[in-house]
C-alpha cells in the first residue's frame, strides 16, 4: 500500500470517529422532524436462483427475454414482471414498476416474502429518525392497516388524527384503520447473482409496486386541513415520494393538481422558516421531472444520486454532461451539481453514489462534512444489518475501512482545487466530498438511499444549532 495511502486512512478513521461523536451529542437539540407523503409495507424477498428459473421458463421465457432491454417499466403480465427482475440483474440497478395487473398482484401475494418492513422513503425515515435517533417525528401515512401500523418501531413516532373532533398526534399503532394493505414487492439480489446466463455486477433490488395510494400521493385529511397546526411542531421537514406521478389519472386529476397542493404546503413551511429536504428519486415522465425542477426553489435542499442528477441534466438540456455523470466522473459531477444550483437556486445539493458522497451549499462549515460522514456510516451500518435498530449498530460500521477506490478521487479534488479534509472553498460555494464505508455483502439495499439522505440532512441541521 502507498504510504500516502497509510496517511489518508488515518486521516479519515479519525474524522470518521469525530464525525460520529459530534452528531450523536448533537442529534437531540433536534426537536422535531415531519417526513411526508409515502408509506406503505416492503416485502422483502432474497432471489433464489433455481427457484427465479423455473418460474420464468413457466411464464415463456424467450418472450421475457425479449423484453429485457426492451422495458415496459410497467407490469401487466407475469412476463413484465420477470422482464423487470431480470433487467435490474443484469445492469445491478435498482428499478420500480408499478403493477397495473390484478392477476399479478395476486401471484406477488402467493409468492410470498421473506420477511416485512416499513417501507416507502417516509416510512424509512420515520422509523429511522424516531425509532434510532429518537428524535420527535410526524409522519404521513395514507392507510394505516394493522399489519402496516405494527412495523412502526418504539419511539417518538407521531400520527395526525382527529378523535372525537380533536387534533391529536399519537403512534401509528394507537390509531389503526381498516383500509388497504400498501405493499411494495422487493426482490434483493447480491452482487455476482447468477440466473441463467445472467451475473449481477453489484448488489441491488427490482421493486414491483402494487399500490394505489401512494401512486397518486394521496393526502390524508389531516394533512390537508390542519398542515400548518403539525408544521409548527416541527424545525425540519422532509418531502418525498413525488416521483410516481403521472400526467393524468382516470378522475380527470394532472399532475399538476397534486403538486399544487404540494406546493402550498412548502409555502407554509417557508413562511414558519422551517427548512427542507426533496428526496428525489427516478422519475419516468418527463413533464414531472421537469415540474419537480421548477420547485425545487421551494426547497432548502436536494438528495439525488447519478442516474437521478443525469435525469436532470437532460431536463436542463445538457445531454453530455448527463452521460458523464452516468460514467461517474466526479468532476462532471460537480459541473452538473453547479448547474442544478444555477438554474433553481436552490441552498443545500447532497449527492450520493456507490463509494462516495458529495455535498455543494452556498453556505460553508464542517458541520456539511461531519453530517456526511455519519451518514455513510448510518448507511453502512444499515448494510450489515438490514435494518438499523440503535446507535451502536450504526458505532459498529466505524469498524468497516473506509473506500480506497475513492481515495484517488480525493488526490484530484485536492490538485484541483486545494480541497483540504474533506472540503472545498468555492467562494460563495462549498462542496465537501467524503469516500465512504463499503459492506461487502451487504444484508439488504433497500432504504440505504433514504438513510443516508435524512441522516445528513437532519445531521448537518444539528450541528449548525
Request: glycine share 8%.
Amino acid at each position: 500500500m502507498k504510504e500516502s495511502y497509510k496517511e489518508t486512512i488515518r486521516t479519515w478513521k479519525g474524522m470518521y470517529v469525530n464525525a460520529f461523536e459530534r452528531t450523536i451529542n448533537a442529534l437531540p437539540e433536534v426537536e422535531g422532524v415531519l417526513v411526508a407523503y409515502n408509506t406503505n409495507i416492503d416485502a422483502i424477498k432474497y432471489l433464489n436462483g433455481e427457484e427465479l428459473e423455473m418460474a420464468v421458463e413457466n411464464a415463456g421465457k424467450e418472450e421475457i427475454f425479449g423484453l429485457v432491454d426492451n422495458p415496459p417499466e410497467r407490469i401487466t403480465s407475469l412476463k413484465d414482471l420477470f422482464a423487470g427482475i431480470l433487467r435490474s440483474i443484469k445492469y445491478g440497478k435498482a428499478a420500480e414498476w408499478f403493477v397495473e395487473s390484478g392477476e399479478v398482484r395476486g401471484y406477488l401475494r402467493e409468492w410470498g416474502w421473506d420477511e416485512l418492513r416499513i417501507g416507502g422513503q417516509a416510512g424509512i425515515m420515520a422509523n429511522l429518525l424516531g425509532g434510532v435517533y429518537r428524535i420527535p417525528t410526524i409522519v404521513h401515512v395514507p392507510q394505516n392497516p394493522p399489519l402496516q401500523a405494527n412495523l412502526f418501531v418504539d419511539g417518538p413516532i407521531y400520527f395526525p388524527i382527529f378523535e372525537n373532533g380533536e387534533f391529536k398526534l399519537v403512534h401509528p399503532k394507537m390509531a389503526t384503520e381498516e383500509g388497504n394493505e400498501l405493499i411494495h414487492y422487493i426482490y434483493e439480489f447480491p452482487r455476482g447473482f447468477k440466473v441463467f446466463d445472467i451475473e449481477s455486477p453489484r448488489e441491488n433490488r427490482f421493486i414491483a409496486n402494487a399500490d394505489d395510494y401512494n401512486a397518486r400521493v394521496y393526502m390524508r385529511r389531516e394533512f390537508r386541513e390542519h398542515f400548518k397546526r403539525i408544521a409548527e411542531r416541527v424545525d425540519l421537514a422532509i418531502i418525498s415520494g413525488l416521483q410516481v406521478l403521472k400526467e393524468h389519472y382516470l378522475d380527470g386529476t394532472t399532475y399538476r393538481d397534486i403538486l399544487q397542493r404540494v406546493e402550498a404546503q412548502l409555502n407554509v413551511l417557508n413562511r414558519l422558516n422551517i427548512e427542507s429536504h426533496f428526496e428525489f428519486a427516478y422519475t419516468p415522465n418527463e413533464k414531472v421531472r421537469e415540474a419537480l425542477i421548477n420547485m425545487l426553489n421551494k426547497f432548502t435542499s436536494v438528495g439525488l444520486n447519478e442516474v437521478e442528477l443525469a435525469s436532470l441534466m437532460r431536463i436542463i438540456g445538457d445531454d453530455t454532461l448527463a452521460e458523464e455523470v452516468l460514467h461517474g466522473d466526479v468532476f462532471a459531477s460537480i459541473d452538473a451539481m453547479h448547474l442544478l444550483m444555477d438554474e433553481t437556486g436552490i441552498k443545500r445539493i447532497h449527492f450520493h453514489t456507490y463509494g462516495y458522497y458529495m455535498a455543494l451549499t452556498q453556505y460553508h462549515g464542517e458541520e456539511v462534512r461531519d453530517a456526511l460522514l455519519f451518514a455513510a456510516l448510518a448507511a453502512a451500518g444499515k448494510a450489515m444489518h438490514g435494518d438499523l435498530q440503535n446507535l451502536n449498530q450504526v458505532r459498529d460500521a466505524l469498524s468497516i475501512p473506509t473506500n480506497e477506490r475513492a481515495f484517488p478521487m480525493v488526490e484530484s479534488l485536492e490538485r484541483e482545487f486545494n480541497m483540504e479534509r474533506g472540503i472545498i472553498d468555492m467562494t460563495d460555494r462549498q462542496l465537501a466530498f467524503i469516500p465512504t464505508k463499503i459492506v461487502s455483502s451487504p444484508k439488504s439495499t433497500v432504504g440505504i438511499g433514504d438513510t443516508i439522505s435524512s441522516s445528513a440532512f437532519v445531521g448537518e441541521f444539528a450541528l449548525r444549532r
